[in-house]
């Protein structure tokens, strides 16, 4: 499936509180800024797959910024409150073009900052997240939340999704075995 070259211009989102964000595709030049929100985020909750203390390799990052605009099959969008990046929405096609029975699903992760919290800026991500599916004629956009997500859970619930099924005992968390749901929306 071709789809169109789609990048996030940047926009500015006035959520709950008066809290201004800009939101845009993030560029190369800050792939730091990005490894720095991935270790607060590791920190501030054991709902990602982030983990902290293991920082990602800064040039990694930045290669895969650098490639945005030619990957058709992926987009990663921050949110900067004050400068500072406080939310983050990555989506890539499960099959990244290695095979045509999947080039209609994406999978995505959204992480935001606790002091991002509470301002409406998950649901503006979810809306963005679903106008670049429709851009790109994605049919399915499916995640996994962990067991006890429950903010993250009711945001998707919220926008249409619906949790499929479970993975059982499927992530280690503190030397206990949670479940993870798997949740998906269908365009």
């Known amino acids: 499936m071709k789809s169109p070259k789609i990048m996030w211009h940047p926009e500015t989102f006035t959520g709950k509180g008066f809290a201004v964000f800009e939101i845009r595709t993030l560029t190369p030049e800050e792939a730091p800024v990005l490894n720095n929100f991935l270790e607060l985020i590791a920190q501030e909750t054991p709902f990602t797959n982030e983990?902290?203390?293991?920082?990602?390799?800064?040039?990694?990052i930045r290669e895969g910024l650098r490639k945005l605009p030619e990957n058709l099959a992926i987009f990663w969008i921050g949110a900067f409150l004050g400068g500072e990046?406080?939310?983050?929405?990555?989506?890539?096609?499960?099959?990244?073009?290695?095979?045509?029975?999947?080039?209609?699903?994406?999978?995505?992760?959204?992480?935001?900052?606790?002091?991002?919290?509470?301002?409406?800026?998950?649901?503006?991500?979810?809306?963005?997240?679903?106008?670049?599916?429709?851009?790109?004629?994605?049919?399915?956009?499916?995640?996994?939340?962990?067991?006890?997500?429950?903010?993250?859970?009711?945001?998707?619930k919220k926008h249409g999704y619906q949790v499929e099924g479970t993975r059982r005992k499927?992530?280690?968390?503190?030397?206990?075995?949670?479940?993870?749901?798997?949740v998906a929306k269908l365009f």
């Open 85 to 156: 990046l406080v939310g983050f929405l990555g989506a890539h096609g499960i099959a990244s073009g290695r095979h045509p029975y999947f080039d209609h699903i994406y999978t995505f992760d959204l992480m935001i900052l606790k002091k991002a919290w509470g301002k409406n800026l998950g649901s503006r991500l979810m809306e963005i997240l679903d106008a670049q599916a429709a851009g790109r004629g994605i049919k399915r956009i499916e995640a996994l939340v962990k067991e006890g997500n429950e903010r993250a859970l009711a945001l998707y």
């Open 170 to 182: 499927s992530v280690r968390l503190n030397d206990k075995y949670i479940d993870e749901y798997y």
């Open 51 to 60: 983990f902290a203390g293991q920082p990602e390799d800064v040039e990694k």
